[in-house]
């Protein structure tokens, strides 16, 4: 039964009864733990100072950022510890031993930096080779054969420096049988493939050596890739030139951040105020070498056509004495397929590099510096290194004439609207000429490396190359001076669709009969056909029209 008063009630807590007299065992840890982070703090910070103490004389109070943060990141913090951007004028004493110096304007700039914290290794996974600030007019101490390993390096640490520049399918295919693929490497920013091996080049140089600052004594595109980049980069470049540089090129270097100053009167004299000048204010003289360095950049290029271009059957690289990029691409497509051919293109008249793989040693009797159409391609073979390349990886290398180069430049320029030298120009001369009947019906890759061609040489390149492919033609005949014989000979370009170019007319050195003139006559013509025929209308009615021949 349930009792009426209800249900027992709960017996009251004591109050009285004393607690645990020790704290809760969480907090009992968590000051533990308090404790062992201030202490691991302090240790960390005591071996810091004294690490930094340690490092203290290898660090330089000037010194410029990290090359690549400067080039990839340009409008973000600047990283390893570098802060405090400030570009002061040059010192002037550096300039007293300069010589003859005309186009200096005072645009010079410097960079001055505070250093903050211990620098970050620069390029840990660099080639092992770098030149050291000891070699300073030279990088031949970096003379070994590249891995497909120091490709792929080089191919990171410049991305963001130059273009990856397009490998398109020209419309040239179908008039040479073959699918051409072509790689534009004109469309870099100075114009040239070179920018690749520099920019590494420069990348990989020790910070006190980019600090002093490098220099160059030639107009090439060489020249003007290391005036790009390392103006970039922030390295002090200046560049040693001949007063009978053309213009423009001064200009351009000037333009692209470099110190111009002009020298002696000859290119050699020129370089040897910059080996001196190099010596005496601890430059960097910078020549085109194979050094692994330079090679693995340009060697970026067959990296790119083999992603770019599925199923390659082979590639056409610019050979000549510098075949620094056909020796590196040749290392990098040859490591990714062996399959692929690698074949090089140089000139008939400067066979540098034939003549070198048969004499197994470079070969310089062949070379022509001072020959300003060809430029680099007939330029001395520079070095054993590329040649041991060659002769391992490059499957062939054939010979153009110079009218196979015109007419390929006329076809770049007409076909892909591409004004190029004859540098960028000489792999497609090798199609044009027929010399590689074994390609037909195969994918062919071209590199097109190189744009900067004189306004006056382009001028005369493409009068000429018009000519060599039989559309622009002269002929010169003897008519009567009477009224009416003139326009009977236009009647007759006219109703053969001939555009007249020039036409002169010639009366008092005729050595035929008297109240005669000679006329001569230039005009343009849709192609080899349409020249044939013309020629043959002109003989039917004028049966001593004489022919200008090429």
Known sequence: MVSPRGPPRAR?????????????????????????????????????QLFLKKDDNKIKKQDIPAVCDLHCCKDVPVRNGLIGQKPPSINPERLKDFGEEDYLNGDVKTWEMKIVSRNEELLRDALSCIPQPSSRTSLASCNRLIRFEDISAAAFKIQCGVQKTPCMYSRLSKQYGMDIYLKKEFLQYTGSVKERGVLYLLMSLPQEQQRKGVIVASDSNFSMAVAHHASELRVPVFVILCPSTAPARVRMCRDYGAMVISYGTTGKDAQLHARRLAQENGYLYLEEEDSAVYLSGLGTVGLEMYEQVPKLDAVIFPAGGHCGLLAGSAAALKHLNPHISVIGVESESFPVLQESLKAGHPNDDQACNNHHFYGDVSGVCFGSNSLQLTGKLVDK??????EDILISMLRLLEYERATVDAEG????????????????????????????????????????????????????LVISDCPGDMSKILELLAREEARVLDIKQERTFVTSELFTVEVICTVETRDKIHTAQLRNALLERYPTAAWTER
């Open 12 to 48: 009251p807590m004591d109050m009285t009864t004393p607690g645990p007299l020790l704290p809760p065992y969480a907090v009992v840890v968590g000051v533990l733990l308090h404790l062992v982070i201030y202490l691991v703090a302090v240790l960390y910070s005591y071996a810091e």
């Open 397 to 402: 290398v054939v010979t153009v004439r110079e």
């Open 425 to 476: 120009a000489i792999g497609l001369a090798a199609l044009v000429a027929g010399k590689l009947p074994e390609l037909k019906g195969k994918r062919v890759a071209v590199v097109i490396c190189s744009g900067n061609l004189e306004l006056h040489l382009l001028q005369q390149c493409i009068a000429r190359a018009l000519t060599l492919d039989n559309r622009v033609c002269r002929f010169s």
